[in-house]
Nanobody
Framework: QVQLVESGGGLVQAGGSLRLSCAASGRTSSNSAMGWFRQAPGKEREFVAAITWSGGATFYADSVKGRFTISRDNAKNTVYLQMNSLKPEDTAVYYC??????????????????WGQGTQVTVSS
C-alpha cells in the first residue's frame, strides 16, 4: 500500500505560480512511478505530468509543457509539481497518483494504483 498526501494548492492570479507537493508513504513508495492529474468541474480527470521512480524521465501534457515541471526527492518520498505562468483554464482539483514497483510512466489514470485526496488550484483572471 502507498499513501499519498497532496498540499500546496490555493488561489492565484493568472500568470502566477504555485508548487504542489505529494508526500508518499508505504512499502513501495520509494520505487513508485508518480504522476499528477487534474479534474475540473464537469470534466474527466486528465493527465498533467509524470515521472519515473528514478526521476530520470518526465512526461507532460501538451497543455502544460514549458510551464509546469515535475520533480521528485526520493530521500523525502515527495514529488513536486512546479506550476508557472498559470492560466484560468488550469483551475481544477489536482491529484497525485502512484504505481508501485513500476519502471514506466503513468500517462493515463487507469495505470495508477493509488491516489491522493486532491488539492484545489484556482487561477483567477
Amino acid at each position: 500500500q502507498v499513501q499519498l498526501v497532496e498540499s500546496g494548492g490555493g488561489l492565484v492570479q493568472a500568470g502566477g505560480s504555485l508548487r504542489l507537493s505529494c508526500a508518499a508513504s508505504g512499502r513501495t513508495s520509494s520505487n513508485s512511478a508518480m504522476g499528477w492529474f487534474r479534474q475540473a468541474p464537469g470534466k474527466e480527470r486528465e493527465f498533467v505530468a509524470a515521472i519515473t521512480w528514478s526521476g530520470g524521465a518526465t512526461f507532460y501534457a501538451d497543455s502544460v509543457k514549458g510551464r509546469f515541471t515535475i520533480s521528485r526527492d526520493n530521500a523525502k518520498n515527495t514529488v513536486y509539481l512546479q506550476m508557472n505562468s498559470l492560466k484560468p483554464e488550469d483551475t481544477a482539483v489536482y491529484y497525485c497518483a502512484a504505481k508501485g514497483g513500476y519502471a514506466g510512466i503513468i500517462s493515463s489514470a487507469n495505470l495508477a494504483d493509488y491516489w491522493g485526496q486532491g488539492t484545489q488550484v484556482t487561477v483567477s483572471s
